[in-house]
T-cell receptor, first 112, second 112 residues
Framework: GEDVEQSLFLSVREGDSSVINCTYT??????LYWYKQEPGAGLQLLTY?????DMKQDQRLTVLLNKKDKHLSLRIADTQTGDSAIYFC????????????FGRGTSLIVHP | DVKVTQSSRYLVKRTGEKVFLECVQD?????MFWYRQDPGLGLRLIYF???????EKGDIPEGYSVSREKKERFSLILESASTNQTSMYLC???????????FGSGTRLTVV
């Protein structure tokens, strides 16, 4: 089945850019998502990208997709302390099951 | 603002008790899901439902059951709670299109 990998931790200084990376194995993955989970809360959908796109930008967030390498990244510009959270990558194919495969999450720690 | 509401944020139950976790969504979504989240293990799918009175087992259904009598409500039942069911439980819903899940805030269950 599909496997989604993320590094567990990322530490950045406030004001720097953060880049969170994700790799997946299923080349038929069509929808690719980034979720954010703040402490003690549920997951919140941040953004998503279709497999026919290379890039999507939404304010401070930039998603890059390298379909050949099955690599997805989330860049957060001007990272703030409020961005400290766990970020989950999730992917799913079109049609069939509506269930995405989630990575285990990357804990982003932003320090002053 | 669309919502998935989980009835309790924190719950403490005794071993052997029957436990009900309730989830209600107001988005008229067909699909609803129950996950548990444990440190180091990420999100694991317990049960899901694509329609009223329909249910499907996820990856870890043992010790759980579900009920979906109405479209907006999806209940998770722990028939006889055990300490290894201490966890964060997350409910989610989706329309099945390209958009991802909408998650509830989670219920942190402790079984003593």
């Amino acid at each position: 089945g599909e496997d989604v990998e993320q590094s567990l931790f990322l530490s950045v200084r406030e004001g720097d850019s953060s880049v969170i990376n994700c790799t997946y194995t299923d080349s038929s993955s069509t929808y690719l998502y980034w979720y954010k989970q703040e402490p003690g809360a549920g997951l919140q959908l941040l953004t998503y990208i279709f497999s026919n796109m290379d890039m999507k930008q939404d304010q401070r967030l930039t998603v890059l997709l390298n379909k050949k390498d099955k690599h997805l990244s989330l860049r957060i510009a001007d990272t703030q302390t409020g961005d400290s959270a766990i970020y989950f990558c999730a992917v799913r194919a079109s049609g069939g099951s509506y269930i995405p495969t989630f990575g285990r999450g990357t804990s982003l720690i932003v320090h002053p | 603002d669309v919502k998935v509401t989980q009835s309790s944020r924190y719950l403490v139950k005794r071993t052997g008790e029957k436990v009900f976790l309730e989830c209600v969504q107001d988005m008229d979504h067909e699909n609803m899901f129950w996950y548990r989240q444990d440190p180091g293990l990420g999100l694991r799918l317990i049960y899901f439902s694509y329609d009223v009175k329909m249910k499907e087992k996820g990856d870890i259904p043992e010790g759980y059951s579900v009920s979906r009598e109405k479209k907006e409500r999806f209940s998770l039942i722990l028939e006889s709670a055990s300490t290894n069911q201490t966890s964060m439980y997350l409910c989610a819903s989706s329309s099945g299109g390209a958009g991802g899940y909408t998650f509830g805030s989670g219920t942190r269950l402790t079984v003593v």
